[in-house]
């Protein structure tokens, strides 16, 4: 007998919604993750400064879908929070993305008066663009622009992100940051922009708290159980796990890499603190040359805070590659999107279609970008499937 109804791995936002939906239907649930804290990428904490700092990254909530800030809204009260990000183009600080008032600020007036009525004609106010769209432009002044902006905003910042040019990677990563043709500098529109009022590590407390829940840290999934794939059988501390078992980690690892390494982008934030404010907004990139600045951006977590501390901290983000033994970059931050990958990705996936009761869920099992409302939308959805249809459908 299993003592366990569900078995979840990685207690990220994948792992601990599925945790709390069903812990309260009354199943016995054990989450797992290798790492010494829950909360995955989302996780925060206050530090020396009294600041709260987002240790894998600024994480701003937007969303459309009201249902997952209702949610939510269960294990948190939030407040209203815009984001807005500037960036350092020709020694200028301008919004990102790159609007009306980012042309205002780096054109005479002529020019400019010239640019934005050319970019209002061809798309409309209002209108997002995505940068390789804007280049193929018929119109001379606009591609002209638009090479510009490719060069000074997009190329560098791309090519430290991902080592690949913006060419080269999945046009959905570059349409993640249009060309804004309005006066709106905000860095989301969407409807719910929010943040949580004693961050996101509480979330997970409150969501992880139910007595139908065990959670264990510091425990690597291939440690306590054996995928076995001639039987299809998951062996978990020795004996056939017959419940659910959801998997919200590295398939590639999982598996022993039987298909081959999938590869992944990191970071490195180096934490400074300073007196007083570093700069003017939360985040401002550095789309400039690596040899100029090898950071893409710096993010001043007290911009977020509601009640300001006196000294601030501040993240200086560095591209990595991904070394899973490397001292720094050793967190699979970014799913590469080749086509080699996704080959890879989908043999792994055939495998797994022959184990019952094994779900692939959350950005590094999925080998997908999700933003957090995009994550905790998918494991809404896929217990909904869970428990009102049949498993294998
Ligand atoms: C730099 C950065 C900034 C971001 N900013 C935003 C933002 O502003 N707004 C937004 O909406 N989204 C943002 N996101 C996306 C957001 O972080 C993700 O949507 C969310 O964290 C995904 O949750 P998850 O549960 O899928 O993965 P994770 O949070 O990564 O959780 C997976 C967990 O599984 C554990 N694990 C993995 N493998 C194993 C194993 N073999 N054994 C045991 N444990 C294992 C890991 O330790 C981890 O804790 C950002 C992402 C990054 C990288």
């Known amino acids: 007998m299993n003592k366990y109804d569900v078995l979840i791995i990685g207690a990220g936002f994948a792992g601990s919604v599925m945790a709390e939906r069903f812990a309260n239907d009354g199943k016995k649930v054990l989450v797992v993750d ?3 804290h829950i909360g995955g990428n989302m996780f925060d904490y206050i530090d020396d400064n009294q600041v709260l700092v987002h240790q894998y990254g600024p994480h701003l909530f937007h969303c459309k879908d009201f249902f997952v800030l209702d949610y939510l809204k269960n294990f948190s009260n939030w407040y209203p929070y815009e984001h807005r990000v500037k960036g350092y183009v020709n020694g200028k600080v301008v919004p990102i993305p790159f609007n009306l008032t980012s042309i205002e600020m780096l ?3 002529d020019e400019a008066n010239a640019l934005k009525e050319a970019l209002i004609n061809e798309y409309g106010m209002e209108q997002k663009v ?4 804007l280049r193929k432009s018929n119109n001379v002044m606009i591609r002209g622009l638009a090479d510009f902006i490719y060069e000074k905003v997009f190329k560098f910042y791309t090519m430290k992100q991902w080592d690949l040019t913006p060419e080269q990677i999945d046009p959905k990563v570059t349409e993640r940051v249009p060309v804004f043709i309005s006066y709106d500098d905000r860095y989301f529109q969407d409807e719910y922009q929010f943040l949580p009022e004693d961050g996101y590590t509480k979330i997970f407390e409150k969501m992880l708290s139910h007595p139908n829940i065990d959670i264990r840290l510091n ?3 291939q440690d306590i159980l054996k995928i076995n794939f001639e039987d299809h059988k998951i062996i978990f501390e020795g004996s056939e796990f017959s419940g659910l078992f959801i998997f919200t980690g590295q398939l590639d690892e999982l598996m022993n890499y039987r298909y081959g390494k999938l590869s992944y982008r990191s970071l490195y ?3 400074q ?3 007083g404010i570093y700069q003017e907004t939360a985040t401002v990139n550095y789309p400039t040359p690596e040899a100029e600045h090898a950071f893409t951006r710096i993010t001043e977590f007290k911009h977020l805070m509601q009640i300001k501390p006196q000294r601030t901290t501040i993240a200086i983000e560095y591209p990595y590659p991904y070394d899973e033994n490397g001292e720094k970059g050793n967190i699979p931050y ?3 999107f080749t086509d080699e990958n996704k080959t890879i990705y989908d043999q792994y996936v055939e495998d797994i279609k022959a184990f ?9 099992a999925e080998f997908r970008y999700y933003n957090m409302d995009g994550v905790v939308a998918a494991a809404l959805n896929k217990y909904k499937e869970l428990t009102q249809g049949n498993l294998n459908d």
């Open 334 to 336: 970014y799913p590469v």
């Open 107 to 109: 054109f005479d007036e």
């Open 34 to 36: 290798k790492r010494s």
């Open 356 to 364: 019952d009761s094994f779900v692939l869920l959350g950005r590094l």
């Open 269 to 271: 934030f180096d934490l």
């Open 130 to 133: 995505p940068i390789l769209m």
């Open 273 to 275: 603190s300073h007196d």
């Open 219 to 221: 425990t690597k999934a």
